[in-house]
């Protein structure tokens, strides 16, 4: 493969030709804030913040549109650069709401750490604020577009990633807003809730409904598996704080499906915590169900199966082992019904 | 799967038959949206109904229900006629093509366009895209299977791929996407009345004392009983118990009065449940099982693709992990199971079945591992076939049209056909709030001129009655489905669909015609 030698903050890095002065400068070890960049979204290098100085170019240019060529002399932070980031900074916070404190967000939000980063207060050029209602129609999902940045990504993945673009930018200069067709709402629009614009989303525009006021970022724990619905097996992180799953986010690293995923995964996990959950042995007595001990049950169910295995043979028993548990749990089923009741009587849905 | 999902970008064509995949696999259903949308791929859907990729098809064949052997015959017919077969691909990895030739030459372009509906043209620029395009990829699932012949489906989609070359290779293959999130697991850890783990034949004597080795006991050579034939033996009252673990036949499987007929027959019932499932309600013991978040395990997908399940939180109340509880019964029957953790069950299954030899929970951290993996440093395999079939030489099925076992007629002149949709996924969905909140119950779909005559809008309720059950749900009126057709699905207990789907089963797989009743409409005032 042909590479590319450039300098980035006075240091020598190779790469393949075709890769981005971003990703050449991110290979470096530099810090390059981004935005509207998305490894796996189309560019438009829109935002401008991951500007860098290249020598002999005249204005700064958008490093992650700009491709890597042999002997380039990058700088990702001089002044000039810094200076360029701020003002975008302070650009985008100017018509930000100041709500950090309570936004789902914080703490996971990339306009909150350049802010820090750069040290960019709000009201720098004290414009006018933005003041949409707060979108709360579709059930999943929430829409704060006070809190956009206009970096396009959902939109982008959307169409890019599920094939959708339900959503696109409407409107025009300061009115400029990210919308569904004729800007109706999205419960009325043809989005299938499947969140993948939240999950790409870099602030509290969007966020997850029922995760809203359960947890700050923080306090999470994450704990990445697989979904429980169907055979795509998309894997992504259970959301867990005081041994309660409250939610779900995706994870870039599932091989399957990357952060995309549907509404069951996304967001149909809440059965976990149904009150409706049995929690408790249950025993019918008199044609009811009646609470019992595991040793209670457990005893029952054994004599039961082993009075009927001598009684009427081992193949008067049957299972149905299951296509919703795990391969131990079923691994166990059939050497159950095998080695312990001595049939082969063992299935399960495996047609449906 | 012959493929990964991942593979799914590099081809230039799907054919999608008998697969809703937007709404029954929304990833999978997504990657051929965003294919298609962005011009990389063209895409051929072949339904009755006009499902969300029928939309955005370059052809959509909108073939009558249970036709789906005619309309592959038709296509292959034309591709033979035409020259379009790949004589190589024929040549050096097949056999059987000179029958299958001689089958399909009956399917001439108007008589599969009679038996299907599909018009002449449109089987001519199916047929001739699918064989000219050189990466094309078919996609299958239920509305392939569900039928009684649903195996000689499967084997006609065979036909088709070998025919044109398009297996085996990247962007090439034949996909069925598997149901459920496990059913592949289920099968691979031998869940199935013929095989251990592994897909070893109990029947073979070396696989058997193999397995008695491990097991330290005597096993049983004789195949076992599928799910349909334990049903009738327990109405019968040779089957006298049965202990089902996280299944719903009730709700599920085809003909539901005669499951329940079944479940009230037997001596002793068990059920092992995270909820009260309309199953459950006719045990005589419930065992509370963990739900996925509360246990550690793996899950094989759709992709052959073994991932790991990870425990998050702590068993609600006094529920446990289910290799746990039927350790214990084990147990307490007087054979010994210590399973310590399911990393621990998981490797004793890999020491005993050789296409998971290479398959360990230190592998699978982060990626998964597709099988086969016969060994700890194999990578896995992304794609199957690529070199040769598992018996060798590709075997072409000469197939000939099997119509469903129950067809309209007059006492019952609608065509049912069901599925799932894309809010819920079998009955667990129902107990999220938050999908329930937003599909509450059945909306069958029904087109605008049988609901002329019936007299129904979108809202009104009907009764819908086959010869084996009767149930009311609400209508969806809607061009989506063809006229003299009703859909349905089956997530809803308070719409049990399968009380009037048919007790016909696929005499090899039986597997269940859900695709296929007979039903009677009229109007609920
Ligand atoms: S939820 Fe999915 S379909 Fe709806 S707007 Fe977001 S990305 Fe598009
Ligand atoms: S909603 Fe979020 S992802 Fe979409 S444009 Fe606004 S900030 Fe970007
Ligand atoms: S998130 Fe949706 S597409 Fe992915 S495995 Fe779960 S149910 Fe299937």
Redesign the pocket.
């Known amino acids: 493969m042909p590479t590319v030698t450039l300098t980035v903050d006075g240091q020598q890095v190779t790469v393949p030709k075709g890769t981005t002065v971003l990703e050449a400068a991110w290979k470096a070890g530099a810090f390059v804030p981004t935005l509207c960049h998305d490894p796996e979204l189309s560019k438009p290098g829109a935002c401008r913040i991951c500007v860098v100085e290249i020598k002999g170019a005249r204005n700064l240019p958008a490093s992650c549109v700009t491709e890597a060529a042999e002997g380039m002399v990058v700088e990702t932070a001089s002044p000039a650069v810094v200076e360029a980031r701020k003002t975008i900074l302070e650009l985008m916070l100017d018509n930000h709401p100041e709500d950090c404190l309570t936004c789902h967000q914080a703490g996971d939000c990339k306009l909150q750490d350049y802010a820090y980063f750069y040290n960019v207060k709000p009201g720098a050029f004290g414009g006018e604020k933005k003041n949409y209602e707060i979108e709360d129609d579709n059930l999943f999902i929430v829409r704060n577009m006070n809190k956009c940045i206009l970096c396009g990504k959902c939109l982008r993945a959307c169409e890019e990633k599920q094939g959708r673009a339900v959503i696109d930018f409407a409107y025009r200069g300061f009115k400029t807003k990210v919308a569904t067709a004729m800007d109706k709402p999205l419960a009325d629009s043809v989005c299938v809730s499947c969140g993948t614009c939240v999950a790409v989303c870099p602030t509290g525009a969007l966020t997850e409904k029922a995760m809203i006021g359960q947890a700050r970022k923080w306090e999470v724990e994450k704990v990445r598996t697989t979904?429980p619905?169907?055979?795509?097996?998309?894997n992504?992180d259970l959301n867990v704080k005081g041994g309660k799953v409250i939610g779900v986010t995706s994870n870039a690293a599932a091989p399957?499906?990357g952060r995309d995923?549907?509404?069951?995964?996304?967001f149909g996990t809440d059965y976990i915590h149904s009150p409706k959950r049995l929690t408790k042995p249950l025993i019918k007595k008199n044609g009811e169900f009646v609470e019992s001990s595991w040793d209670e049950a457990l005893d029952l169910v054994a004599s039961k199966l082993g009075e009927i295995k001598t009684k009427f043979g081992s193949d008067s028993i049957a299972a149905l082992s299951s296509a919703r548990c795990t391969n131990e749990d079923n691994y166990v089923m059939q050497k159950f019904m095998r080695a312990a009741i001595g049939t082969n009587n063992v299935d399960h849905c495996a047609r449906t | 799967m012959t493929n990964s999902f991942a593979d799914y970008l590099n081809t230039d064509l799907f054919f999608v038959i008998g697969s809703n995949p937007t709404e029954a696999?929304?990833?999978?259903g997504a990657k051929i949206m965003s294919s298609v949308m962005s011009g990389k791929s063209k895409l051929i859907v072949a339904d009755p109904r006009r499902i969300e990729l029928a939309e955005k098809a370059d052809i959509w064949l909108q073939l009558r229900p249970g036709t789906d052997i005619p309309l592959l015959n038709g296509m292959m017919h034309i591709i033979i006629k035409e020259g379009l077969h790949d004589k190589k691909f024929i040549e050096e990895r097949t056999e059987g093509f000179e029958e299958l030739k001689a089958t399909v030459e009956k399917y001439t372009p108007e008589r599969v366009s009679e038996l299907t509906g599909v018009p002449v043209n449109l089987l001519y620029d199916a047929a001739r895209l699918y064989a000219t395009t050189a990466k094309a990829m078919l996609c299958y699932t239920l509305g392939i299977t569900e039928h009684i012949c649903g195996v000689h489906n499967v084997m006609s989609t065979a036909n088709i791929a070998m025919l044109t070359g398009h297996l085996g290779k990247e962007g090439c293959g034949v996909n069925p996407q598997r149901g459920q999130?496990n059913v592949q697991g289920a099968c691979d850890m031998g869940a199935l009345p013929n095989v251990y783990p592994g897909y070893q034949a109990v029947v073979n004597p070396d696989i058997q004392a193999k397995f008695e080795k491990a097991w330290g006991v005597k096993l049983d050579n004789k195949l076992g009983l599928t799910i349909p034939d334990m049903m009738d033996g327990a109405v019968e009252g040779k089957v006298k118990a049965m202990y089902i673990l996280g299944e719903d036949p009730v709700l599920t499987d085809p003909d539901a009065n005669h499951i329940k007929k079944a479940l009230t027959k037997m001596d002793f019932v068990v059920a092992q449940e995270i909820f009260m499932s309309e199953t459950a309600k006719y045990a005589d013991v419930i065992l509370p099982g963990a739900s996925f978040a509360e246990k550690d395990g793996t899950f094989s997908s759709s992709e052959r693709r073994v991932q790991r399940v990870r425990k998050a939180i702590e068993p609600l109340g006094d529920s446990r992990p289910d290799w746990w509880i039927t350790c214990e019964i084990a147990k307490r029957m007087g054979y010994k199971m210590d399973f310590e953790s399911p990393r621990q069950i998981w490797d004793e299954m890999a020491s005993l079945s050789p296409i998971f030899a290479g398959i360990n929970y230190d592998r699978i951290e982060h990626t998964g591992l597709q099988w086969p993996c016969p060994t700890v440093d194999h990578p896995g395999t992304p794609i199957l076939h690529t070199q040769s079939f598992s018996r060798g030489k590709g075997l072409f099925k000469a197939i000939e049209h099997i119509p469903p076992a129950e067809m309209p007629d007059e006492e019952y002149p609608y065509l049912l056909s069901t599925g799932r949709i894309l809010y819920h996924?079998n009955i667990t969905t129902r107990f999220s709030s938050a999908l329930d909140a937003h599909r509450p119950e059945e909306a069958a779909m029904l087109h605008p001129a049988d609901a002329a005559t019936l007299g129904v809008c979108t809202g009104d309720k009907v009764r819908v009655t086959s010869r084996r059950g009767s149930v009311v749900t609400k209508v969806n009126v809607t061009d989506k489905v063809m006229s003299g057709m009703i859909w349905m699905s089956f997530h809803y207990r308070e719409t049990p669909t399968n009380e009037l789907t048919v007790n016909a089963f696929d005499p090899i797989s039986k597997t269940g015609e859900y695709k296929v009743a007979a039903v009677q409409l009229e109007k609920v005032v």
């Open positions: 979904c619905f169907c055979g795509v097996g998309c992504f399957a499906n995923m549907c509404v069951k995964g996304r | 696999h929304p990833m999978a999130n996924y």
